[in-house]
C-alpha cells in the first residue's frame, strides 16, 4: 500500500492508473476507522479496480467552538486498518497540502444545506462540498463511497455532482451499527461509558417512529414528535438538536402529514460528541 501526502503524488498515481485503463474509487475519511469505513472500502473494492482512501481532518468543516482539536487521530491504526482492507493507496495530505495559505474559493450549495444539521452548523457544508469537489480533483474517482448515517451529507454531494458535472458515479453504503443499535462513529469514542449507554437513544427513538408510522398507521408530524418525545427523555445526557421529518431527496419539510418517502433525521448532543442518526421510512399509501 502506498502512502502519499502532496497533490502532485496524488494526481500522478491517478494518471498513471487512468492510462492502464484502471477504474479508481475513493472513500473520503477523517480518520478512526471503524468497521463502518471498512464496509465502503469492501464496496468501492467490489466495483473498482483500486482503491483510495483519503485520510483529512477538514478544518473548514467545522465551526468555531466545535470539535476539530478533540476530533480522535491516530494514523498508524488507520494504516495498519487499510492495508488490511487491501487498500491501494492511502492519501493523507496536510492541511497546506489540499488549502493554500489565502485560499478564498469556497463551494456552496443554499437548499438542501439549509436545515438539519445546516441549521445548527451553517458552515459545515460549506467546508464538506469544499473538500470533496478538492479530493475528486486530486484523486480523479470514478466512483466515490459515502456512508449513508451522514443522510444530508451525501445528498450534498450527490447534487453538487449533478450541478457541477462530475464525472464521478455516487455509492450509498448502509449505515453500520454496534450490537446496541449505535451508529458506529469515530466520535463514540469520545462519549463517557454513560453517555455512550444513552447513546441508544437515537436508534431506539428511529425505531419506534418506523414502528408507528408502518404498523400503526400513524402519519401526523404532532403526534409522532409526541412518540418520540417520551423514548428522547429517557437519556438525561443528552440534549436534543433536532428531530425531523424531510421528503426523502429535497429534504423539504413535512409540516402536518407524512406521505411517500420520509427521512427521519435526528441529532443530539451528549457531553463529548453530538451524534447523528436518520432512517428512511416508507409512508404506505
Not at 81 to 88: H, I, K, L, T, Y
Not at 232 to 251: I, M, N
Request: proline share 4%; net charge negative; with cysteine.
Amino acid at each position: 500500500m502506498k502512502i502519499l501526502q502532496t497533490a502532485q503524488e496524488m494526481q500522478s498515481w491517478s494518471r498513471e492508473q487512468q492510462r492502464q485503463a484502471k477504474t479508481i474509487g475513493l472513500v473520503p475519511t477523517m480518520g478512526y476507522l471503524h468497521e463502518g469505513h471498512l464496509s465502503l472500502v469492501r464496496l468501492a473494492n467490489e466495483q473498482t479496480d483500486v482503491v483510495v482512501v483519503s485520510l483529512f481532518v477538514n478544518p473548514t468543516q467545522f465551526g468555531p467552538n466545535e470539535d476539530l482539536d478533540a476530533y480522535p487521530r491516530d494514523f498508524e491504526r488507520d494504516r495498519l486498518a487499510c492495508e488490511a482492507a487491501g487498500v491501494e493507496v492511502l492519501f493523507a495530505p496536510q492541511k497546506r497540502d489540499v488549502y493554500a495559505e489565502d485560499h478564498t474559493v469556497y463551494v456552496t450549495e443554499e437548499v438542501l444545506a439549509s436545515g438539519l444539521c445546516g441549521k445548527s452548523r451553517p458552515i459545515h457544508f460549506q467546508g464538506v462540498l469544499t473538500v470533496v469537489a478538492k479530493l475528486f480533483h486530486l484523486v480523479l474517482p470514478d466512483v466515490a463511497v459515502f456512508g449513508e448515517k451522514d443522510a444530508q451529507q451525501i445528498r450534498l454531494i450527490r447534487r453538487m455532482v449533478r450541478d457541477l458535472n462530475f464525472p464521478i458515479r455516487i455509492v450509498g453504503g448502509p449505515i453500520v451499527r454496534e450490537a446496541d443499535g449505535v451508529a458506529m462513529s469515530s466520535r463514540n469514542t469520545n462519549l463517557s461509558s454513560e453517555a455512550r449507554n444513552q447513546a441508544t437513544v437515537l436508534s431506539r427513538t428511529l425505531e419506534v417512529v418506523a414502528t408507528c408510522v408502518e404498523e400503526e398507521g400513524i402519519t401526523s408530524v404532532q403526534e409522532l414528535r409526541s412518540r418520540a418525545d417520551a423514548v428522547l427523555a429517557t437519556a438525561s445526557l443528552g440534549e436534543l438538536d433536532y428531530l425531523e421529518f424531510v421528503k426523502d431527496e429535497s429534504l423539504a419539510p413535512f409540516e402536518e402529514e407524512l406521505s411517500g418517502d420520509v427521512l427521519v433525521a435526528i441529532a443530539v448532543y451528549f457531553p463529548g460528541a453530538r451524534l447523528i442518526d436518520n432512517r428512511v421510512i416508507t409512508v404506505p399509501s
